[in-house]
């Protein structure tokens, strides 16, 4: 009994752990930009500040992620892929709220206009944006030359970066 017991629970925990996947991340973060770095010529990347529990509305941080890690250009379509490197093949991006559109060489020649969707991919891992195997960095770990806070905002870090000669 003691034995059914035990396995009975195990299971239970099992199936809360494959349930407790991460979120999608346009529910629970905000500011979410399209980035590409200080001088507009780093690879693209998402950043947003993102909660580190979504019952603690104060504890947002921001983070970026970079995308080829997330998306591969397919002749001419974005495609999730790990470590897809759609940037090399692609440009002029944009995002209108969550929906990136690059022009994407399409393997004839020419480029075709293509999208996807970055919230059906991109999560929230308590507080670092995710694909796949891959968590984005913290904004204050970026690789800047100067001290960020870790509790700035998307927007605020955007705006310093850009003030710095
Ligand atoms: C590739 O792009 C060229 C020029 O834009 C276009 O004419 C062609 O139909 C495209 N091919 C595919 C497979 O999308
Ligand atoms: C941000 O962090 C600083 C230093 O830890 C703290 O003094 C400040 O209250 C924090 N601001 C917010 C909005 O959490």
């Known amino acids: 009994m003691k034995t059914f017991t035990a396995l009975i629970f195990a299971f239970a925990c099992l199936v809360t752990l494959v349930m407790a ?16 770095g200080k001088n507009g010529n780093e690879v693209p990347q998402i950043i947003a500040e993102c909660p580190v529990k979504t019952d603690q509305p104060d504890s947002y941080r921001c983070t970026t992620l970079k995308l080829d890690m997330c998306y591969a250009n397919a002749f001419g379509r974005l495609e999730p892929r790990l470590n897809g490197g759609f940037s090399s093949s692609c440009s002029d991006c944009i995002m209108e709220s969550t929906k990136l559109t690059c022009t994407c060489a399409n393997g004839s020649g020419g ?16 507080s670092l944006l995710s694909c796949f195997v891959h ?31």
């Open 111 to 126: 480029t075709t206009r293509a999208s996807t969707e970055t919230n059906d991919l991109i999560k929230n891992a308590a």
């Open 21 to 36: 996947d991460n979120p999608r991340y346009r529910d629970e973060c905000v500011t979410i930009q399209y980035w590409r």
């Open 135 to 165: 968590n984005g960095i913290w904004c204050s770990d970026a690789g800047i030359g100067f001290h960020v806070a870790e509790n700035i905002t998307a927007t605020d870090y955007v705006r310093l970066l850009n003030s710095q000669p």
